[in-house]
Every structure is written in C-alpha cells, then in structure tokens.
C-alpha cells in the first residue's frame, strides 16, 4: 500500500510524464479507493501543483511538480525527526493535521507516547505502527479541514491530560504567532492547548511568511519552532527575540 507522500510523488509523476491523468486508472495503479485519490487531488490543488478537472487531473507544468514535492517531503522528514529529538519518550501529546504530523508520529517510537489527533486520516495512517497508543477526539467533522471540531471535540481533548502540543500551522508571524487557513482547525486548535502544556511548533520555512491567516497560537504560548536550514537569520533572530527557541532540521 501506498503512504500519502508516496501517492502524492506518484501522481505527479505521472502528471509529469503524461500532463494528464485519471482518478480511476490513478487508484487501480496504486490500489486505494477513488475517494483517496480524490482527496489526494484536492490537497495537491490547494499546494498548486495541479488542476483538477472532471474525473482526473492535469499537470500546470511538468518535471518541476515533481521535483518540488519530492523536495518538500525530503524536508518534512527532517524537521520531523527533529521534532521527534525534542518530545519526550513519556507523553501525552496532541498533534494536528498534516503530512509533516504523521512524518513526525513515524519517527515516534517510545511506547510510553499517547497520541491525541482530531484527524481521523492521521489516526488510521498510524494503524501500522504498534508501538504507538492513539485517540480520536470525534466531534462535529469539518469537510473542507477533513478534521474533527467544535465544543464535543475540544471536550473529548481536554479529558486526556494533554501534556505536549505538536503543531503544524499554515503560517507563522514572530509578531503574532501560528496561524491557520481554516476559521474552524483555529477555534479548536486555540481551546483545545491546556495552559501548562509545552507548544512546539514544526513547519518548513518557506510557510513561516505565507499570508495571513487566522492567528491561533500567540508567541508567548509558543516554546520552539522547529524548521529547516533554509530560513534566513534575520527572521531566526526575530523569532528568537519573541521568546521563542528555534531548533534547525
């Protein structure tokens, strides 16, 4: 069975080579169900590597779509195993919904470490790894975060003694600190962070100056951020004055 990020590198590869591809043919190669492939597609259309069209997908351009997401998972890893140096091996830890979110519960593997998710796809990509112990808050589910949210989700969180919050945000300001796309994963994600919790933040650089989004996480909840060489001093700098540790992948 294909993993998420070895789908996404198979449909652009073959985007790639062929500029078209359809969702049938794409799940009978990879052998998963259309509605994955669907979703594949939505996600890799919001990132802009491609167009959907009825039925399928086409290319926007050729061999760089590849080589970008290629890239981009090779830099998830990294700042996954990073983040992974700097969590506990006896946790209760929530983390939210991302590629770079199962990177880093795949590197994890103390089996003393709770995951807590409100992802339902995240959960059940950890199915595989025995090592670990995973919960699902359930709650209200958002289609377009393909999340769980609302007050029964934040509920269900809050019951488990959360020790340790993983985040993967869309943005990150030094000035007003993690933000995310969606009005409802920021509601959650702000009421679900109990007030003694550790917050660590992992993201690649080249999201930490996207555009504003709904500011979730203030700096000074914010222990580390976690991202890859690529970041320039100066916004290290900044991000440090804040209060904030930055560790690089």
């Known amino acids: 069975m294909y993993l998420a990020s070895q789908r996404k590198e198979f449909i652009l590869k073959t985007l790639a080579e062929h500029g078209a591809a359809r969702t049938i043919a794409l799940a009978k190669q990879m052998k998963v169900t259309d509605e994955t492939v669907r979703n594949d597609l939505i996600?890799?259309?919001k990132r802009g590597f491609?167009?959907?069209?009825?039925?399928?997908?086409?290319?926007?351009?050729?061999?760089?779509?590849?080589?970008?997401?290629?890239?981009?998972?090779?830099?998830?890893?990294?700042?996954?195993?990073?983040?992974?140096?700097?969590?506990?091996?006896?946790v209760v830890?929530?983390?939210?919904?991302?590629?770079?979110?199962?990177?880093?519960?795949?590197?994890v593997n103390s089996r003393d470490t709770h995951i807590v998710s409100n992802n339902p796809t995240l959960l059940t990509r950890l199915e595989g790894i025995p090592s670990l112990s995973f919960y699902c808050t359930g709650g209200r589910f958002d289609r377009e975060a393909q999340v769980y949210v609302g007050q029964d989700a934040a509920h269900a969180a809050g019951s488990l003694?959360?020790?340790?919050v993983v985040l993967t945000p869309d943005c990150y300001s030094p000035k007003h600190g993690a933000g995310y796309k969606n009005m409802l994963q920021s509601e959650f994600i702000r009421s679900v962070i109990p007030q003694d919790a550790k917050v660590i933040i992992a993201m690649p650089s080249t999201s930490i100056a996207n555009s504003p989004a709904f500011y979730t996480v203030a700096p000074?909840?914010?222990?580390?951020?976690?991202?890859?060489?690529?970041?320039?001093?100066?916004?290290v700098e900044e991000i440090e004055k804040s209060g904030v540790k930055v560790e690089i992948a």
């Open 43 to 45: 996600n890799l259309e």
């Open 50 to 90: 491609l167009k959907r069209v009825h039925g399928g997908a086409l290319a926007l351009t050729h061999k760089s779509l590849h080589e970008d997401i290629v890239t981009q998972d090779h830099v998830s890893i990294q700042i996954a195993k990073k983040t992974v140096q700097n969590i506990p091996t006896s």
């Open 93 to 107: 830890m929530f983390i939210d919904s991302s590629t770079m979110g199962y990177q880093i519960c795949n590197h």
């Open 161 to 164: 003694n959360i020790e340790l």
């Open 220 to 235: 000074n909840l914010v222990s580390m951020l976690i991202t890859d060489e690529a970041i320039v001093p100066e916004m």
